[in-house]
């Protein structure tokens, strides 16, 4: 089989990588002043949130979870934060690029991909140190086709479906799938792992399926390595049944909380602040109007400023509703309507602000930017808050 070129590079990227020393910290130099929105992801508040989860986890191992371009953190610029995190024992991504980017950004930790790959694929990413999971008996031929061509076992995980029903193979027959000899020999398991449904009565019962089946595996002479299932909605819930051998968290590493419940009892620091720049301000007379469908009448004389930031950049459209961005320390309503590129904000009688000034609107350095906050102000998922951001913003490290 012939490997491209591409991949080649990834896979020697890798190797190096894992050999050497870690490279160097980067922090975001200063730019000049742009207008162009930005992301500040924060190195220190992403270590507080790993290392929070770890104690919520009871000190297990951490399966950080970077998905979705790192829950929109970017993918290239939280991989390495995350490698030189101690309690992060493996970062675990859903995606074959993803697994790519993580190596070639140099990170060193060992990579699972939880989703599928092609053989053409799979090939690659195991010459880049990078397990594989487990899906059904067609991956299992495919696994043992792998282990021939680049000459020695593969390292995976199992993934077992204890009651999702969505990926995974059904946990009532992963026994006598492994009955194969062949796909033993071509395999070394590492860890199994399942999917909660955040339903905690049945992921309680979900655990104790993949630890049974890792009791009969033992029985018969064969280990399933680390057992995980535990997300940040599990730890969140307190549910320790489910915390296993590792956690597997992905939110809440990133400072979003996936209850109410555990809002209220804090402790985490949002890592990232979506930042704009002031392009516009302007003064209302009463009955003017602010953008499409003039949403917004100003009632008596009203300043206002434009940002340069809208819905596409991952700022919601029922930011509206009630979300409020900062501007020079002060807090100023949300007015009109989000459109694709602009936000448009009400400012203080006696609040100056010019153009080029920096607005925050969303991060953690007040409570009405919290994204959990912004969020419920404007009829979002908090995972919308992560995972829309805009793959093109900068993302710039502090």
Known sequence: MTISRRDFLIASTAAAAIRGAAPPLLRTPPRPEAFDPWLEIDASALEHNVRAVAVLAGERPVIAVAKNNAYGCGLAVVGPLLDRIDVVSDIAVVRAEEARTLRTAGVRKPLLLMGPASDDEAEALVRAKVRLALYDRIDGARVIRLARRVRHAVAVHLYVDTGMHRMGMPHDRVLAWLDDAGLRRAITIEGAFTELTEDPEFDREQAGR??????????????????????????????????LDAVRPGLMLYGGYPTDAMMQRGGLTPAYRLKARVVRVDRLLPGEGVSYHRRFIAQQPTSIATLAVGHVDGYPAGAVQGCEVMIRGALCPVVGTVSASHTVVALKDDQHVEIGDVATLVGPDHPALHPNVVAQRSGWSEYNMFMHLNPMLERRVV
């Not at 089946?213 to 489910?242: C, F, N, Q, V």
């Open 210 to 243: 993949l630890r049974a089946l890792a009791s009969s595996a033992r029985a018969k002479g064969i280990s399933l390595g680390r057992l995980h299932a535990a997300s940040s909605d599990a730890i969140a819930a307190s549910t320790p049944e489910t915390f």
